[in-house]
């Protein structure tokens, strides 16, 4: 059996630049708050909680204050204090989430990846530009965190789809009225051909040509692994995808693995793999998101060289 680990899986720039920050700041102040997940990863988040990373759901729970273990070798014997810092991680949030954070107290280091701010920008200028009749309709997975802050930029004034079907629901209920200006932007993670296709079918529904208006938001770095995932999964007998159960990014990858080679797997860590899945001939392609490091990566196909 031969394994192989795709080249091009592993964190994306925005989330290499957000972990690369929260270490940095580890290193000098030992606690640091972040809102949500910076990475959606069971086994990187573990491994950052150990060096004083705390993940809070919400700020409005928040608590005005809160304290943590002293670090080995401190005077101190009881919890202390912790100074509030609080990192926006890489998928961003609305504007009244920076407004709340100064309200609790928390002082903000922003990892909002430069592409995500990029397109926050073009919605509020859209939204400004055909106002006041204009629509902004998202492509995206509704409640996920990059949508929700995209969403935040127009006061919750865009219409999020799923998918065609959602679409000509919202059509045909009058929620999107096809009269009228739309601008239409997808979720960076979001599949290339799935956007395409939804704007093709936007594009043949509207009332006048020239009232759709498409902005290319699909993250470059996302786009160009489907085509090479692609070309990796058929070179492979069997698929090894290793990703986060709340990755969406993960679901999309790992879907377009399994449309390639039915022999497709996901696992969130070694312990979830089954000896019984592999034959002594197998070629193995070990792949995963853009949220999942390296280092889970090797581990995954250490652990299956290491059954034969
Ligand atoms: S997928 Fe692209 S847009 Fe999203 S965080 Fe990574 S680099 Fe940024």
Redesign the pocket.
């Known amino acids: 059996m031969t394994v192989e680990i795709d080249s091009n899986s592993g964190f ?4 290499i630049r957000a972990i690369g920050g929260a270490e940095k700041f580890l290193a000098e102040k030992g606690t640091l708050f972040s809102l949500g997940a910076i990475v959606h990863n069971e086994a990187e988040l573990s491994r950052l909680q150990h060096k004083g990373l705390i993940t809070i759901d919400s700020l409005t729970a928040a608590p005005a204050s809160f304290t943590v273990s002293p670090k080995e070798g401190s005077p101190a014997k009881a919890p202390v204090s912790a100074a509030k810092t609080l990192l926006i991680r ?1 998928h961003g949030e609305p504007p009244r989430t920076y407004e709340l954070a100064r309200e609790k107290g928390f002082e903000v280091i922003d990892f909002t ?1 430069p ?2 701010l990029k397109i926050q920008k073009s919605i509020r200028e859209a939204s400004r530009r055909h106002s006041p009749d204009g629509q902004i309709v998202i492509f995206g997975k509704i409640g996920h965190a990059e949508v929700l802050g995209l969403v935040g930029q127009v006061d919750g004034k865009a219409i999020v789809v799923e998918d065609v079907p959602q679409l000509e629901a919202a059509i045909d209920s009058g929620e999107i009225d096809v009269a009228r200006h739309i601008d239409v932007f997808s979720q ?2 979001k599949s290339p051909t799935g956007y395409e296709q939804l704007c093709n079918y936007l594009a043949s529904t509207m009332a006048a040509p020239g009232l759709l208006e498409v902005h290319n938001t699909i ?1 470059s ?2 786009a160009s692994r489907h085509k090479e995932l692609m070309d990796f999964a058929r070179r492979h007998d069997i698929i090894v995808f290793v990703a986060g159960k709340e990755s969406s ?1 993960g679901h999309v990858l790992c879907n377009l693995c399994a449309g390639e080679n039915p022999r497709t797997h996901l696992v969130g860590s070694a312990a979830e793999i089954d000896p019984s899945w592999f034959r002594p001939e197998d070629s193995v392609g070990v792949c995963g998101a ?1 949220s999942t490091p390296k280092w889970l990566l090797e581990e995954v196909a250490g652990h299956i060289k290491n059954l034969h």
Do not use: E, P, R, S
């Open positions: 994306c720039g925005g989330v890489a990846c592409v995500v960076t993670t993250c770095q996302v990014n853009t």
